[in-house]
């Protein structure tokens, strides 16, 4: 045992003995100019190494730096700065003064993908004959990492695309090592800050560089993220996935397939791409399971009763403050791209509605947004809402056409806040135009028209038959059926309706039940949460007996006004008026029925001349 100990203690003491020689003799500064030009004759990029190089012997033999820069060629900022950098390096070939770099670390690096950092081609370079191109070499596809690892901590990573705003991502993390076929297994994790939101995200990939810069392949896996901020849910927006990615240098291209991305309890997956240049042009094909918006978005309108219509006249939510101070208006990033949108989502729950089967096709060129497809099952009605958005001038511009068949209006109602107690099945064709599209612009400033047709409904709080029966009781002598319900019910209901700016007016509102009909025009206050209703109602059965004024009752129109708070309402019914009225005709006609028998009698010819002095 004691000899095994002392020959450990003898190699241990030649090792320390070696690599003392070792920095002794091999100065690492001696490489510095090896290094310099071997970056420059395989990529054209400029290295400078601040500072004198130093020898680090554990826990493995580096090369310590101070600060370092790498700039790309004619670019007028550095690619690439760090405070420190460290190369790994291989013992062996040192001792015939070779420099073997297994890994670099980088530590407070400082990336710029900008413009100022871009190579820039020089002008006094030959340019080839237009419609052709010089021949590639096989070993010419371009330098872009020939060593075996890369690690990069504490840095940061700044990302501009012409003039667009500048991206930043922070505490970044990265380690790479790469094979001899230039394929890169990479493990990643930063943070992004922008607009009073913040973006953690993590991810491992396989990347295949043995083509770049004409073309690079990745396929991302274990990818995690995570949301949070202004004008997100308090709980943010997490989830995880994968996707294949692939860039293309000369068409400037980048596509992903096989994306499979989940948000909250969200999930999308499908395929794409978009192509760089003055506007980007996106292609995007994606299905979903589960889109829960609900969980992915705020409402600043998710209220009830009398909140609900606080929110509405009060100020909107700020949006997140963009750091340039400057004002952007809304849907302005219209603007910066083109794209085409194919999607289908089995389910999507929007504002506690469950839509299922919904079909998205959209287009948007140049800030006009043209969304031809819309349609979606919501229980066992059917929904289309096509319609566009131009914003192409100083002022948002939408129109949208829905079709409804068979939807259940109480959920709509419920949906967007409405204290109206309602159920029924509505249809309804229109067309409306507006600025913004969110549920309190609508209220607030939209316009358009629509016919509507309700099928069995119920509007609990006033029953019309037997507000009106209930009046004629205690002002004839007429008796109705007891009647204990709460509610108006109607088999079908048709009106035309027109909307301007919170205003919503009915008009050739006709109605009818077993029981009665009805007829009526009136206006309705979205954001007072108030209306003003005339209706005529013609109560067909209820009555008990069957007596002359029962059956005039039968066929007139009894006048109802139903006004007020939509939570509060009030009625006023002139059941008295038409009662004194239908007994003055019906006075009057028997009179002139007596006086037409007796049209020779002195007495007769005096009724005769009273009915026509009235």
Same mark, same amino acid.
């Given at each position: 045992?004691?000899?095994? #100990?002392?020959?450990?203690?003898?190699?241990?003491?030649?090792?320390?003995?070696?690599?003392?020689?070792?920095?002794?003799?091999?100065?690492?500064?001696?490489?510095?100019?090896?290094?310099?030009?071997?970056?420059?004759?395989?990529?054209?990029?400029?290295?400078?190494?601040?500072? *004198?190089?130093?020898?680090?012997?554990?826990?493995?033999?580096?090369?310590?730096?101070?600060?370092?820069?790498?700039?790309?060629?004619?670019?007028?900022?550095?690619?690439?700065?760090?405070?420190?950098?460290?190369?790994?390096?291989?013992?062996?070939?040192?001792?015939?003064?070779?420099?073997?770099?297994?890994?670099?670390?980088? @530590?407070?690096?400082?990336?710029?993908?900008?413009?100022?950092?871009?190579?820039?081609?020089?002008?006094?370079?030959?340019?080839?004959?237009?419609?052709?191109?010089?021949?590639?070499?096989?070993?010419?596809?371009?330098?872009?990492?020939? =060593?075996?690892?890369?690690?990069? =901590?504490? +840095?940061?990573?700044?990302?501009?695309?012409?003039?667009?705003?500048?991206?930043?991502?922070?505490? =970044?993390?990265?380690?790479?090592?790469?094979?001899?076929?230039?394929?890169?297994?990479?493990?990643?994790?930063?943070?992004? &800050?922008?607009?009073?939101?913040?973006?953690?995200?993590?991810?491992?990939?396989?990347?295949?560089?043995? &083509?770049?810069?004409?073309?690079?392949?990745?396929?991302?896996?274990?990818?995690?993220?995570?949301?949070?901020?202004?004008?997100?849910?308090?709980?943010?927006? +997490?989830? *995880?996935?994968?996707?294949? !990615?692939?860039?293309?240098?000369?068409?400037?291209?980048?596509?992903?397939?096989?994306?499979?991305?989940?948000?909250?309890?969200?999930?999308?997956?499908?395929?794409?791409?978009?192509?760089?240049? /003055?506007?980007?042009?996106?292609?995007?094909?994606?299905?979903?399971?589960?889109?829960?918006?609900?969980?992915?978005?705020?409402?600043?309108?998710?209220?009830?009763? %009398?909140?609900?219509?606080?929110?509405?006249?009060?100020?909107?939510?700020?949006?997140?403050?963009?750091?340039?101070?400057?004002?952007?208006?809304?849907?302005?990033?219209?603007?910066?791209?083109?794209?085409?949108?194919?999607?289908?989502?089995?389910?999507?729950?929007?504002?506690?509605?469950?839509?299922?089967?919904?079909?998205?096709?959209?287009?948007?060129?140049?800030?006009?947004?043209?969304?031809?497809? #819309?349609?979606?099952?919501?229980?066992?009605?059917?929904?289309?809402?096509?319609?566009?958005?131009?914003?192409?001038?100083?002022?948002?511009?939408?129109?949208?056409?829905? @079709?409804?068949?068979?939807?259940?209006?109480?959920?709509?109602?419920?949906?967007?806040?409405?204290?109206? /107690?309602?159920?029924?099945?509505?249809?309804?064709?229109?067309?409306?135009?507006?600025?913004?599209?969110?549920?309190?612009?609508?209220?607030?400033?939209?316009? %358009?028209?629509?016919?509507?047709?309700?099928?069995?409904?119920?509007?609990?709080?006033?029953?019309?038959?037997?507000?009106?029966?209930?009046?004629?009781?205690?002002?004839? /002598?007429?008796?109705?059926?007891?009647?204990?319900?709460? !509610?108006?019910?109607?088999?079908?209901?048709?009106? /035309?309706?027109?909307?301007?700016?919170? =205003?919503?007016?009915?008009?050739?509102?006709?109605?009818?039940?077993? #029981?009665?009909?009805?007829? %009526?025009?009136?206006?309705?206050?979205?954001?007072?949460?108030?209306?003003?209703?005339?209706?005529?109602?013609?109560?067909?059965?209820?009555?008990?007996?069957?007596?002359?004024?029962?059956?005039?009752?039968?066929?007139?129109?009894?006048?109802?006004?139903?006004?007020?708070?939509?939570?509060?309402?009030?009625? +006023?019914?002139?059941?008295?008026?038409?009662?004194?009225?239908?007994?003055?005709?019906?006075?009057?006609?028997?009179?002139?029925?007596?006086?037409?028998?007796?049209?020779?009698?002195?007495?007769? @010819?005096?009724?005769?001349?009273?009915?026509?002095?009235?």
């Amino acid at each position: 045992m004691r000899r095994i #100990l002392t020959t450990l203690m003898i190699l241990l003491v030649v090792l320390i003995a070696g690599l003392s020689s070792l920095v002794l003799l091999v100065n690492p500064n001696d490489f510095r100019s090896y290094m310099v030009k071997q970056v420059a004759e395989r990529s054209g990029y400029q290295l400078q190494l601040d500072g *004198s190089l130093r020898w680090h012997v554990w826990p493995r033999l580096s090369i310590l730096s101070g600060r370092m820069s790498l700039t790309a060629p004619g670019a007028s900022a550095p690619l690439v700065r760090a405070d420190n950098m460290r190369l790994d390096v291989a013992l062996l070939p040192l001792l015939s003064h070779q420099l073997q770099v297994k890994q670099v670390m980088l @530590k407070g690096a400082v990336v710029q993908l900008t413009p100022q950092t871009k190579a820039i081609r020089d002008q006094r370079a030959p340019v080839a004959p237009q419609g052709t191109s010089l021949p590639h070499e096989p070993g010419d596809s371009g330098w872009s990492f020939d =060593i075996a690892g890369l690690q990069v =901590i504490d +840095s940061v990573l700044v990302f501009q695309h012409e003039n667009d705003e500048q991206m930043t991502v922070r505490d =970044i993390h990265l380690q790479m090592e790469q094979d001899d076929h230039h394929q890169a297994t990479v493990d990643f994790s930063g943070r992004m &800050n922008r607009d009073q939101r913040d973006l953690s995200l993590r991810f491992s990939a396989v990347v295949q560089a043995g &083509n770049y810069p004409q073309r690079l392949d990745a396929q991302l896996s274990q990818i995690s993220w995570q949301l949070q901020g202004a004008d997100l849910p308090a709980q943010g927006i +997490s989830g *995880s996935g994968s996707v294949n !990615a692939s860039w293309q240098e000369e068409a400037k291209k980048l596509s992903f397939s096989a994306l499979n991305l989940t948000a909250n309890d969200s999930s999308l997956a499908g395929d794409g791409s978009v192509v760089l240049g /003055d506007r980007p042009v996106w292609a995007l094909n994606l299905q979903s399971d589960k889109l829960n918006l609900d969980s992915l978005l705020v409402r600043s309108d998710m209220l009830i009763g %009398g909140e609900a219509q606080k929110a509405q006249s009060a100020p909107s939510k700020p949006r997140p403050v963009i750091a340039n101070g400057v004002s952007v208006p809304p849907y302005n990033s219209l603007l910066g791209f083109d794209g085409a949108l194919a999607m289908t989502a089995k389910q999507i729950l929007w504002r506690g509605l469950p839509f299922t089967n919904v079909t998205v096709e959209a287009n948007n060129q140049r800030g006009l947004l043209r969304i031809s497809q #819309l349609d979606g099952t919501l229980a066992n009605g059917q929904l289309s809402l096509p319609g566009t958005l131009d914003v192409r001038g100083s002022t948002p511009r939408a129109a949208f056409q829905p @079709k409804l068949d068979d939807i259940e209006i109480g959920s709509l109602l419920k949906a967007f806040n409405y204290p109206i /107690d309602m159920m029924g099945k509505l249809s309804l064709a229109g067309d409306f135009s507006g600025s913004i599209i969110d549920a309190n612009h609508f209220r607030r400033d939209w316009q %358009g028209q629509a016919n509507l047709e309700l099928k069995e409904t119920r509007t609990e709080g006033l029953n019309f038959q037997q507000l009106v029966q209930q009046a004629v009781e205690r002002s004839a /002598d007429v008796q109705a059926q007891e009647n204990y319900d709460s !509610a108006t019910r109607l088999d079908e209901l048709t009106t /035309d309706v027109t909307l301007n700016n919170g =205003i919503l007016t009915l008009n050739n509102m006709n109605g009818k039940s077993s #029981l009665m009909q009805l007829t %009526g025009n009136g206006t309705l206050n979205l954001m007072k949460e108030e209306g003003d209703l005339q209706f005529g109602i013609q109560v067909t059965d209820g009555w008990q007996g069957q007596g002359k004024l029962v059956e005039i009752l039968k066929t007139t129109a009894i006048p109802l006004r139903v006004y007020g708070k939509w939570e509060a309402l009030n009625y +006023s019914l002139q059941v008295d008026q038409i009662l004194r009225r239908q007994l003055q005709n019906e006075a009057k006609r028997r009179l002139n029925d007596w006086a037409e028998r007796n049209k020779n009698t002195q007495s007769g @010819k005096d009724v005769k001349q009273l009915l026509n002095k009235q």
